[in-house]
């Protein structure tokens, strides 16, 4: 950001001095517990108490089938909800940009506004909706499509599934629709003009030029999905476990330390990369052309 | 020597192109409607092939709303669209031979020029339409058609207002339409570099040879560039022709204020025979010409264009001058500006004469006002 003052002598310094406070803070509270997090995932712990660096943490991780698996359905869970919610919020994006006229703003505010919601409550809702005899065992039972209760809908990865893209759609949606926003809806039109059918403007123009925000989403929220623990703790029982649940069972419960802490910075790891290559990803459409 | 206005009517018969030439495109009593807003009210015209034709009005006049109808960007509630006979009114925009040339010019910004004039012929290639090979040949020929070869592997950003303009008419002519259509292309530009485009689309439309139609609030640019212009007003044509007979025999009084500047002296219709004449003030004056909906002992304007008036010192032949007092004369560079008000009534007359033989007159003098009668105009008042 650049200061406002004019150019010249002092700006520098008076620019270091704005950045001071924020700068201090974050280095305080994130890198200082992240070096803690890496240090404690090389020490060795045992009963006897900590000694000595090693790197069996990780050794146990990577070598237990188990915790493998459980990667990978972690990344399976966070891979489906956000394709759903992609597919959710791209034509919403688009509708609310371009198609809805004078409720563009209302149906924005209720988008931001479900988001408001306490997610405790949230998933209790739909604990209540998904369960036993929960509103939709219950409807489907009523209108005789089933004669015995569905237990699957709940605590399954499906539920996980459900209530993770519901409680993060609004991230999805609203990146990508202020980068729709900021298309000229004479492009679209010149697009049909120039005789492309909808398919055509849709691969053509408006994802290329909704990219961006699609960019955006992805750090946002498919990278936060792999750390995951709240909802597939209350809707996902055994069969929707995912790694952060780990994560929280071995410091909270079991005390491992030093494992839970390698499989926090594995996860940060890949956080990491799956960042950098949005951020790639992001450039390679041409980010600067819609600022252009 | 006197002679009635001619082809100034608003009938659908008026409204057909010179010669005798099938139209390219046909309106037909075109009415749209934005809730109680009626935006385009019954307009009916037809456009010959290579006819560059301009919609010509204020903003909200329904001008670029017809020209929407017309690209099938809009549906209208009654009233039909033909295109080259056929019935277009329900075609979606990508079905249409039209293509639109945008005042934002609208480039797709995550493509090169190169890409952005294929993306037309492309389509058609795909629709089996084009044959294989073809869209490189027509893409290096648009951007020939327009001087841009030279930048055929920028991107939109890296080019100035008029480069962007010039690649957005090659992407619209690449597609070969029957009908290009234009909303207000140079409204974004700076005035030099807008006569320049002037010409330059001439130029162009002369080469290529397709229908234009123009939309613009810019009467210099409608008059210096159309075969027809269609002057409209709150969703009507008021006036449809050459510019020249706008100009000098406009129909309505809307369209004397509008295309240049007129002196409009509220007088009564005296006579209406070979030639016409007003009554003001008591005194008898003569008009050459009358617009067809002035009817004898009516309300009337009488037009007198500033650069056809000169002030004179003497009184001239009767019904061919008023008496004068300055008020104001403001030099113009190639012409001088008199302020000047009619004795008497005291309506204002503004009077442009040639800087090289202005008279010296200043505030306060008195002159006649004079002009030749078939320079007069009679017009109903509103």
Redesign the interface.
């Known amino acids: 950001m650049r200061a406002r003052a004019a150019p010249g002598r002092g700006a520098g310094a008076r620019a270091a001095g704005f950045l001071a406070a924020p700068v201090g803070v974050l280095a305080l509270l994130f890198v200082g517990p992240i070096a803690i997090l890496l240090l404690m995932s090389f020490l060795r712990m045992s009963i006897a108490g900590s000694g000595g660096f090693t790197l069996d943490n990780y050794g146990a991780i990577l070598r237990d089938p188990l915790y493998l698996r459980i990667l990978a359905r972690t990344g399976a869970i966070a891979t489906v909800a956000m394709l759903a919610m992609l597919a959710l919020s791209i034509p919403l994006g688009y509708v609310l940009a371009f198609r809805v006229g004078r409720l563009e703003l209302p149906l924005l505010l209720a988008l931001v506004l479900s988001d408001e919601l306490n997610p405790l409550i949230r998933i209790y809702s739909w604990r209540m909706l998904l369960g036993r005899n929960g509103l939709v065992n219950s409807a489907l039972l009523a209108l005789g499509v089933i004669h015995r209760p569905i237990d699957a809908l709940l605590f399954s990865s499906v539920a996980v599934v459900i209530v993770l893209s519901v409680s993060w759609v609004p991230y999805v949606a609203i990146p990508i629709y202020a980068s729709m926003k900021a298309i000229d809806p004479n492009v679209l039109e010149a697009a049909r003009d120039l005789g492309a059918g909808f398919g055509t403007v849709l691969r053509r123009i408006l994802l290329p030029l909704a990219a961006p925000g699609i960019f955006v989403s992805l750090i946002l929220v498919y990278i936060p999905l792999f750390a995951e623990f709240a909802t597939p703790a209350l809707v996902g029982g055994t069969s929707g476990y995912m790694i952060g649940n780990v994560i929280q069972e071995q410091i909270l419960e079991v005390g491992n330390w030093g494992v839970g802490s390698a499989m926090s910075f594995l996860l940060l790891l890949l956080s990491g990369v799956l960042a950098a290559v949005s951020y790639r990803l992001s450039r390679l459409s041409r980010i600067e052309a819609v600022r252009g | 020597m006197g002679r009635r206005a001619e082809g100034t009517t608003r009938s659908v018969e008026g409204a057909a192109p010179a010669g005798g030439l099938e139209p390219v495109v046909e309106v037909v009593e075109v009415t749209k409607r934005f809730g109680e807003v009626v935006a385009v009210d019954r307009v009916s015209f037809s456009i010959a092939q290579g006819e560059f034709f301009s919609l010509l009005g204020p903003s909200g006049c329904g001008k670029t709303t017809t020209l929407r109808i017309l690209?099938?960007?809009e549906r209208p509630d009654a009233g039909r669209v033909l295109i080259d006979g056929r019935d277009a009114s329900v075609l979606?925009?990508?079905r249409r031979d039209?293509?639109?040339v945008?005042?934002?010019y609208?480039?797709?910004?995550?493509m090169t020029v190169r890409e952005n004039v294929a993306?037309?012929p492309r389509?058609?290639e795909r629709?089996r339409l084009l044959a294989r090979g073809e869209v490189d040949r027509i893409v290096r020929e648009a951007l020939a058609t327009v001087r841009m070869e030279a930048f055929a592997d920028r991107?939109?950003?890296e080019l100035s207002g008029g480069q962007q303009q010039r690649v957005a008419l090659a992407?619209?002519l690449a597609?070969r339409p029957r009908v290009l259509l234009l909303d207000e292309p140079l409204g974004a530009l700076d005035l030099k570099l807008r006569q320049e485009m002037q010409f330059e689309l001439k130029r162009i439309q002369r080469e290529v040879g397709i229908s234009f139609v123009y939309v613009t609030h810019d009467q210099g640019e409608a008059l210096t560039m159309s075969d027809r212009v269609a002057v409209m007003n709150a969703g009507r044509i008021e006036h449809l022709g050459p510019p020249e007979e706008v100009y000098e025999r406009p129909a309505t009084a809307f369209v004397a204020g509008f295309i240049g500047s007129a002196n409009l002296l509220p007088c009564r219709v005296a006579g209406l025979g070979s030639e016409a004449a007003a009554e003001l003030d008591g005194r008898r004056l003569r008009a050459g010409a009358h617009a067809p909906g002035c009817r004898a002992g009516a309300d009337a304007l009488l037009m007198l264009r500033p650069e056809h008036l000169r002030l004179v010192a003497e009184e001239p032949s009767p019904g061919c001058g008023l008496p004068v007092r300055v008020l104001d004369r403001t030099f113009q560079g190639p012409e001088v500006r008199f302020q000047t008000a009619v004795e008497g009534s005291g309506p204002e007359l503004v009077v442009l004469a040639p800087a090289v033989e202005a008279p010296a007159l200043g505030p306060g003098d008195r002159a006649w006002a004079t002009w030749r009668p078939e320079r007069a105009y009679l017009l109903p008042r509103d």
Do not use: E, I, V
């Open positions: 690209a099938g960007f979606p925009p990508h039209t293509n639109m945008f005042q934002s609208a480039l797709f910004p995550h993306f037309g389509r058609k629709r991107y939109p950003r992407r619209a597609n």
